[in-house]
């Protein structure tokens, strides 16, 4: 199970399956949740942890765990088995989720869902990172995030718009500057940028996107 003591995160673990979970282990200094949607079990064990919560409806996998707090969801319902354990989690008191095994694979839809679910956490107050072997996703809204280039290193970023327009986008630290650019969505102005010194600072004036930050050769 995750670490005791107060616990603010959250590890979700989804059901696409990962080859090597040896990327999590730096991000695991604090203390956190082990919470699985249904076939998240099997990632979870795999990274050498034990779930705390497991909900689902047992569809892909997943199956009750002794001594887990097990929740059985109806197949037919309203939402992914993966909000459902964000809300659970949010339900904890965890604000910051990881969402680990919920990229790739070979439902489409659920990739998509699972990057604007993003957006969704955050009206609820929390904060949360996608991340698989080679990709980190976050959404930014209106903000400035500095990133230190350390460890784990990721060659490429984008910014993904989800509004329409978002404005004043400036970066700093980067191969390809901006200062105060308008960026539309569905334009790729944004798409394959580098970091560049020891850290780079996004800033967004008004608006939301998706920051993606990728290694490709692992």
Request: hydrophobic letters at 40%.
């Amino acid at each position: 199970m995750g670490t005791q003591g107060k616990r603010e995160r959250a590890l979700i673990f989804g059901s696409v399956r990962e080859s090597d979970w040896s990327f999590l282990k730096p991000r695991l200094t604090e203390p956190f949740w082990v919470v699985c949607a249904d076939g998240g079990v099997a990632n979870a064990r795999s990274a050498g942890l034990e779930p705390d919560v497991v909900i689902g409806d047992w569809d892909s996998g997943g199956a009750p765990v002794p001594g887990a707090n097990n929740i059985s969801l109806s197949p037919e319902k309203d939402m992914t088995d993966l909000q459902a354990a964000m809300e659970q989690a949010l339900s904890l008191g965890a604000r910051e989720l990881l969402l680990c095994g919920c990229t790739g694979g070979p439902r489409l839809d659920h990739t998509a869902s699972n990057l604007v679910i993003l957006e969704w956490l955050s009206a609820r107050g929390g904060r949360g990172l996608l991340l698989d072997r080679q990709n980190e996703v976050r959404l930014l809204d209106s903000e400035t995030l500095v990133v230190p280039n350390v460890p784990p290193r990721y060659r490429y970023f984008s910014l993904i718009p989800l509004d329409r327009t978002v404005t004043g986008v400036t970066l700093e630290g980067a191969r390809y500057p901006l200062h105060r650019a308008v960026l539309t969505r569905g334009d790729t102005l944004s798409v394959s940028n580098e970091p560049a010194g020891p850290a780079t600072r996004i800033t967004i004036g008004s608006g939301r996107v998706l920051l993606i930050r990728s290694q490709p050769q692992l």
